[in-house]
T-cell receptor
């Protein structure tokens, strides 16, 4: 089945130690998103890739970076995790075409990040 | 800027009873609206969406939602809930990414 896969499902890192979260998709969608969801809160968009074009949300901290080496994969890098970065990180994809079409987003199961 | 309000943080419903979850949005143009459901520790699953056309949209698992432009609302309904419907429900409006409401936690009483 076509899907959005996130690895690992659970990640523990130390304060200040860089960590990378992975997302892959078999849907061949051209847009990939990263959301941060803290406990009992709504998901919040960090950034997205429209094809190869990176789009950062204005309030996303510089500590968060992303890479998309090809259509199928997208990575979230947290350069120096703080205790406040502990959250569920959700990857999503959509198939958008120029002109404003707005297809629904498909979410992966998420990676729960713990910072010790 | 777009925003979504879900006024009910928690709702408790008896199994077999009807359900309505409220959602109000603020968006300058024609909105693309979604309802997602999230079980504990899981990602989000799309229940239904509204882009245009018929204002009453049908979704999966017996859910439906009605878009009312005059009230800026997109309320989710289900005629008879099952215990497996207990979850967190998010309403969202689409701009670049999705802007979510804060969610409604649905509790099902036996």
């Amino acid at each position: 089945d076509a899907m959005v896969i996130q690895n690992p499902r659970y990640q523990v890192t130390q304060f200040g130690k860089p960590v990378t979260l992975s997302c892959s998709q078999t849907l061949n969608h051209n847009v990939m998103y990263w959301y941060q969801q803290k406990s009992s809160q709504a998901p919040k968009l960090l950034f997205h890739y429209y094809d190869k074009d990176f789009n950062n949300e204005a309030d996303t901290p510089d500590n968060f970076q992303s890479r998309r080496p090809n259509t199928s994969f997208c990575f979230l890098d947290i350069r120096s995790p703080g205790l406040g970065d502990a959250a569920m990180y959700l990857c999503a994809t959509s198939r958008d075409i120029a002109g404003g079409s707005s297809y629904e987003q498909y979410f992966g199961p998420g990676t729960r990040l713990t910072v010790t | 800027a777009q925003s979504v309000t879900q006024p009910d943080i928690h709702i408790t419903v008896s199994e077999g009873a009807s359900l309505e979850l409220r959602c109000n949005y603020s968006y300058g143009a024609t909105p693309y609206l979604f309802w997602y459901v999230q079980s504990p520790g899981q990602g989000l699953q799309l229940l239904l969406k509204y882009f245009s056309g018929d204002t009453l949209v049908q979704g999966i698992k017996g859910f439906e939602a009605e878009f009312k432009r005059s009230q800026s609302s997109f309320n989710l309904r289900k005629p008879s809930v099952h215990w497996s419907d207990a979850a967190e429900y998010f309403c969202a409006v689409r701009a670049d990414g999705l802007t979510f409401g804060k969610g409604t936690h649905l509790i099902i009483q036996p």
